[in-house]
């Protein structure tokens, strides 16, 4: 039984604001504004997605609206000239979306916002079609799990497969967020699985483990 929210599909927020290629400027700031989101997908046919508009996306507009910039800035520059212009979602959208699917790990996804230095994320099932969104946000609510819900699912399914009740028991404590484990390993190799194993359980902020006579191992991490 899986008690971690361990892909987007667990986070993710379902209900979205997306918009047409056809809608206005004004009325992208405008749902932004409403929705207090910082960019919109944007649909077309059946819900496909076809591109994104962020903030980002919008401020060329104000940017250059005193003026067109140097010769130089406009020949480094001319995909923001021209989304300085546009009238509609289609002008001023980064095109091909970057999406990222339901099943896709927590640490997938964060590692494309990184990447992409984006902060929300379209989700797409394997057509394209827009399923919901995913957040910086969303991705930080693992972390809100409670203690007793992150010792709960170590105690299932790390420590109980790992050790059977014939050997002397693992102990698990977590506060904050810190797992601290104790308890005497027979094999003492497994101390860096265990290690790894218990980090990889979300909502873990970091683990202190005091097994194999007592011995204090701090996790590196």
Do not use: C, Y
Not at 12 to 19: C, G
Not at 81 to 99: E, H, N, Q, R, Y
Not at 140 to 162: G, H, M, N, S
């Amino acid at each position: 039984m899986r008690i971690s929210p361990h892909i987007v599909s667990d986070v993710m927020t379902h209900t979205v604001v997306a918009v047409g290629r056809d809608a206005s400027f004004r009325d992208l700031v405008k749902l932004m504004q409403e929705w207090k989101v910082s960019a919109l997908p944007v649909l077309e046919g059946e819900g496909r997605v076809i591109g994104v508009v962020s903030e980002a996306d919008l401020l060329p507009k104000e940017e250059f609206r005193g003026g067109d910039p140097d010769r130089l800035t406009q020949m480094h520059r001319l995909t923001d000239l021209a989304k300085a212009g546009g009238m509609t979602a289609a002008d001023v959208m980064s095109t091909p979306a970057v999406t990222v699917h339901p099943d896709a790990t927590l640490a997938q996804a964060a590692r494309v916002m990184a990447q992409r230095k984006v902060k929300r994320l379209p989700v797409v099932n394997a057509e394209g079609l827009l399923e919901g969104v995913v957040s910086r946000a969303d991705l930080l609510k693992v972390f809100l799990r409670t203690d007793d819900e992150i010792a709960e699912e170590i105690r299932q399914e790390i420590l109980a497969p790992l050790f059977p009740a014939s050997e002397e028991p693992v102990r698990v404590e977590v506060s904050d967020g810190v797992v601290t484990l104790t308890g005497t390993l027979r094999d003492t190799s497994l101390v860096p699985i265990v290690a790894r194993l218990v980090r990889s359980v979300e909502g873990v902020v970091d683990v202190d483990l005091a097994l194999s006579g007592g011995v204090s191992v701090r996790d590196p991490g």
